[in-house]
C-alpha cells in the first residue's frame, strides 16, 4: 500500500507535467490525501473488528450491527474518485516521463 506521501507527490508531479499546478488544485490534492488516510483507518477497523460489531441497543439488549467503518471507506473512497475526476487525473492521463524519450525521436 503506497503512503500518503507518496501518493500526494505523484498526484503532484502528474499536476505539474500537465501544467495544472495551480493552488485550488493543490486543495485538492491536500483534500485526496485527506480521504486517502481517513479510508485506510476505516479499513484497518474493518480488518480488526470484521464487517458486523456487536452493539447494545438503548433498552440494553446486545446486537450485531454493520461496522460503520464499511459505509465509511466506501464514501472516503467515492470521495477520492470525485477529486480526481474533477483534476481530470486518470490512468490514461498519466504522462509516462519514459514515454518522453520515445516520442522525442519521432
Partial sequence: MPS???VKDSLLGQLRERGADIELNRGLIDDYVFYFQQEKKMQADVRKNGI???SVSSTGKPYKRE???VKLAMLYNKQKLAI???LELAPSTVIDP????V???L
Fill in 4 to 6: 500518503a506521501k507518496s
Fill in 52 to 54: 458486523v460489531i456487536d
Fill in 67 to 69: 461496522n460503520p467503518s
Fill in 84 to 86: 480526481l475526476n474533477k
Fill in 98 to 101: 519514459d514515454d518522453s524519450d
Fill in 103 to 105: 516520442n522525442a525521436d
